[in-house]
């Protein structure tokens, strides 16, 4: 099965809060996870991404947090600001077929002044 | 250190004519992914090209969809006797040699709507 599953579909935090955006997927071949971000009118741009190989990989203010027993990662996104405003895209692939990239349905982050 | 410029960047069409969208890659890249984004939706993978290649063509939809990346100029999405459903983002990705790992980088998009 190819799908990724994301949640939630839309998420509205108070700035200075934390966002937490939660994807699953179910092909265990997928060993590449790599979450976009895309403004409106823009193309998806490269956030953060990891490797099944760690549980955790961090930069600034964005966390990945990866369980690969649950099949599931996490974005986290602390002090969020209202530029963080944005649809957040997770995404799998395997490295045999890595820029085959199988998105999640998005999550639109409304960040409140 | 131009990106991914795809062209162009909207695009109206008629029921029944083509559409044609150019991409061209980041300057050293030889490898080139087209994704469909419906309204509200994720993008879909559609075609995976190297230069002359089709490499993976298992998100094209099975008529009036092609793509190509020639030797010399950018790569092309043709979509022949659009219909309304095809009114939607199309963006291109491009990434280097596979040596270099897995990150893939995105255009713009080209933006169809069909009418």
């Known amino acids: 099965q190819q799908q990724v599953k994301q949640s939630p579909q839309s998420l509205i935090v108070q700035k200075g809060g934390i966002s937490i955006i939660n994807c699953a997927y179910e092909?265990?071949?997928?060993?590449?996870f790599p979450w976009y971000q895309q403004f409106p009118g823009k193309g998806p741009a490269l956030l953060i991404a990891?490797?099944?190989?760690?549980s955790e990989k961090k930069e600034g203010r964005f966390t990945i947090s990866f369980n690969k027993s649950a099949k599931q990662f996490s974005l986290h996104i602390m002090d969020s600001q209202p530029g963080d405003s944005a649809t957040y895209f997770c995404?799998?692939?395997?490295?045999?077929?890595?820029?085959?990239?199988?998105f999640g349905q998005g999550t639109i982050l409304t960040v409140h002044p | 250190n131009a990106g991914v410029m795809q062209n162009p960047r909207h695009l109206v069409r008629r029921r029944g004519q083509e559409a044609r969208l150019r991409c061209s890659p980041m300057?050293?890249?030889?490898?080139v992914y087209w994704y469909r984004q419906l309204p509200e939706e994720g993008l879909k993978f559609m075609v995976y090209?190297?230069?002359?290649?089709?490499?993976?063509e298992s998100g094209m939809p099975k008529e009036r969809f092609s793509a190509e990346f020639p030797k010399e100029g950018p790569s092309i999405l043709r979509i022949q006797q659009v219909v309304r459903g095809d009114s939607a983002a199309y963006f291109c990705?491009?990434?280097?040699?596979?040596?270099?790992?897995?990150?893939?980088?995105f255009g713009e998009g080209s933006w169809l709507t069909v009418v």
């Open positions: 995404a799998a692939s395997s490295t045999t077929s890595y820029g085959k990239l199988t």
């Open positions: 300057k050293g890249h030889s490898h």
């Open positions: 090209l190297q230069k002359e290649n089709i490499i993976d």
């Open positions: 990891i490797r099944p190989d760690v």
């Open positions: 990705a491009s990434s280097p040699s596979q040596l270099s790992g897995n990150t893939i980088y």
């Open positions: 092909n265990t071949a997928f060993d590449y």
